[in-house]
């Protein structure tokens, strides 16, 4: 695609904000004012972040602000080429749904080189806007919006700039609004399109909408004045109507058109051809939508004003307003162009009866979503660049692989599924680019990936587990600082080449691994002093093998602590015996203790009488002694 913009002279960032106040009824707005350091309301009471969700760059301020009226036309973001080929905004935590995208871009000389850049820009991972050297001059002075329609279905919002040769990228400011899904005949035309505004123009008015009117767009459009594109077919005169009566079926489900578009018309005198010249891209297929509204109170019934609407020469349809709504009533009718042949859309209103007259006009190329990565990979992807500490200047934003017409990630390959519904990576080639990190477990997510390279870098830590994928051929973790053991996962994989040479890693070596060399493969393990069990190297210890202990080693232990176990269960049942005899009663029973102790009285008893009777007896043989 060439340059696909709805360009505008007078520039509005407007920007990517959370906004509480936003006017669409869906109640979700950002506006980012790039480049911008505080945040800012601007005349039309548009509130502005201050400049965030960027992935790199720097700002600046345009060379000569005093020419733009707001200060977020003043500042800008620029993507140098140390920042990376590829550059984004990513806007999270954001509803499923369709969203209003609009970026401001401007050069106006900020770096002093009166070089206007040349860049690309992707949506969500589809490209959508192309910028090429030079600009022209009253562009790369005052600035260009465009927009888009776009769906976001993974809860954020990507805005990518991929760098052209060395030139960097800019922006402005950033919109987006959430919108209705069902507008702009999404249900029929489906998810799988963006539309890209090729021109929205207002007829029989002046350019209105946020930024530069207080007129209200609910989807926050705006509309330029139609008189650049607008011509006759001879030299018929064309004229404008007005109205200041309400308009009915404005403002409403699904596509939410302003009353102020119906208000005013362009009209042609006499029986005059209108013509609308729009230069769009081709190969492309074309959403034209046409708005009209009988705001001249003259028109009474039916048959009254009546035209034909022809685009490159072929009759579409016949056009009676009043016959479809009446009077001061909005009517909108659409139609697709299918596989455009030339850069030069023609659109004529032919008056039937009554002169032809139209409100407004947009056309939108139905630009179809690129494939994207597989969300799970992005995942992977994300978190080896931040285990890695992948520098800036390789510009790992945004999608890994999309969009196809870009390059992937610097030293990243891509290529799609089986089903060619995704994208996945398919190689990883980081071989001296300075890495000082180590590889997350979250490489598992990568079940697609062939080779990967990480050699003579300054990596450390263990090899996670789920480095063995079955789909890994080549693997290169050469001159780094990886230690502990090689996983078993890695003997379960397909590898034919495994350099793992000058690292610090020890244990065992899986012999099914080391079995590569001896089936026609390649593997390097030289320069790991820890490393055992193979040929070339030394014997591991009895009980002990990659890192930690062998299977023999955790059965001799496991054996032991049963051994102990039961030693020690036959010490406390001897212990135990023995201190059961020690408390073993012998005592006489208790009428035995009662018999013994009478027996004992009556012993004592017998031979105190006998005493008695030996002393009176003594007494009885004394001799008498006369006095």
């Not at 489906?190 to 539309?195: H, R, V």
């Not at 081709?282 to 708005?291: E, I, V």
């Not at 009676?320 to 596989?339: L, M």
């Not at 493969?521 to 062998?550: A, Q, T």
Request: charged content about 15%; glycine content about 8%.
């Amino acid at each position: 695609m060439s340059l696909v913009f709805f360009l505008l002279s007078l520039s509005l960032s407007l920007s990517l904000s959370s906004s509480s106040a936003s006017p669409y009824p869906y109640g979700l707005s950002y506006h980012i004012d790039c480049g911008g350091p505080t945040d800012s309301v601007d005349p039309f009471n548009t509130a502005w972040l201050s400049d965030r969700f960027f992935t790199g760059g720097a700002t600046s301020v345009v060379s000569e602000p005093l020419q733009f009226r707001h200060p977020q036309e003043k500042t800008l973001r620029y993507f140098p080429l140390s920042a990376g080929k590829k550059n984004c905004y990513i806007i999270p935590n954001l509803p499923s749904g369709r969203y209003y995208i609009r970026t401001f871009t401007v050069y106006d000389n900020y770096d002093g080189k009166s070089h206007s850049p040349s860049f690309d820009v992707s949506v969500e991972g589809t490209f959508v806007f192309s910028w090429r050297s030079p600009w022209p001059e009253d562009l790369a002075r005052t600035g260009a919006y465009s927009d888009l329609f776009a769906f976001v279905s993974d809860s954020e919002a990507d805005v990518c700039f991929y760098s052209i040769a060395t030139d960097p990228p800019v922006i402005g400011s950033l919109q987006l609004i959430r919108v209705d899904p069902a507008s702009y005949n999404a249900v029929s035309i489906g998810q799988n399109y963006i539309l890209v505004n090729y021109g929205r123009f207002t007829c029989g008015s002046d350019q209105f909408g946020p930024g530069f009117s207080n007129d209200t767009d609910l989807f926050g459009r705006s509309w330029q004045n139609d008189k650049d594109v607008r011509s006759t077919d001879d030299d018929s005169p064309v004229g404008s109507l007005s109205t200041r009566n309400t308009i009915a079926n404005t403002d409403q489900s699904p596509n939410y058109f302003p009353m102020k578009l119906y208000q005013t018309a362009t009209l042609v005198g006499g029986k005059g051809v209108l013509v609308y010249e729009l230069q769009l891209d081709a190969k492309l297929d074309y959403l034209l939508w046409f708005h009209f509204a009988e705001i001249d109170s003259s028109v009474t019934k039916s048959g009254q004003r009546v035209f034909d609407i022809l685009i490159n020469g072929k009759n579409v349809n016949r056009i009676d307003i009043f016959k479809e709504v009446g009077t001061f009533a909005a009517y909108s009718w659409s139609y697709t162009v299918k596989n455009l042949s030339s850069t030069l859309l023609s659109v004529k209103l032919q008056s039937v009866a009554g002169a032809a007259l139209i409100s407004g006009l947009e056309s939108y190329a139905l630009v179809p979503a690129d494939v994207a990565t597989v969300p799970e990979q992005v995942v992977a992807m994300r978190a080896l660049k931040d285990s890695l500490r992948i520098p800036d200047r390789m510009g790992w934003n945004g999608d890994p692989c999309a969009p196809t017409n870009w390059d992937a990630w610097e030293g990243v390959t891509c290529h799609l599924n089986k089903n060619e519904t995704a994208l996945v990576i398919s190689g990883i080639d980081l071989g001296s680019q300075g890495l000082k990190g180590f590889i997350s477990d979250q490489i598992s997510l990568l079940s697609n990936l062939a080779s990967l390279n990480l050699s003579s870098n300054s990596l450390g830590g263990t090899l996670p587990s789920g480095l063995g994928q079955k789909s890994l051929n080549k693997l290169d973790l050469s001159d780094n600082q990886f230690s502990g053991s090689i996983p078993q996962s890695l003997a379960t994989s397909n590898l034919q080449l495994v350099l793992m040479n000058n690292n610090l890693l020890e244990g065992q070596v899986p012999e099914e691994l080391y079995s590569i060399g001896v089936h026609g493969g390649s593997i390097d393990l030289y320069g790991n002093k820890g490393l055992c069990g193979v040929p070339s190297l030394p014997d591991c210890p009895l009980f002990w093998e990659n890192g930690g202990l062998s299977k023999k080693g955790k059965i001799a232990i496991a054996v032991s602590c049963v051994f102990v176990f039961c030693l020690l269960l036959l010490v406390l049942y001897i212990i135990c015996i023995r201190r059961r005899r020690n408390d073993y009663d012998f005592g006489l029973p208790q009428d035995l203790m009662s018999l013994a102790a009478k027996r004992n009285r009556y012993q004592r008893q017998k031979s105190l009488m006998l005493l008695e009777m030996e002393s009176q007896h003594a007494k009885a043989l004394t001799p008498f002694t006369p006095r």
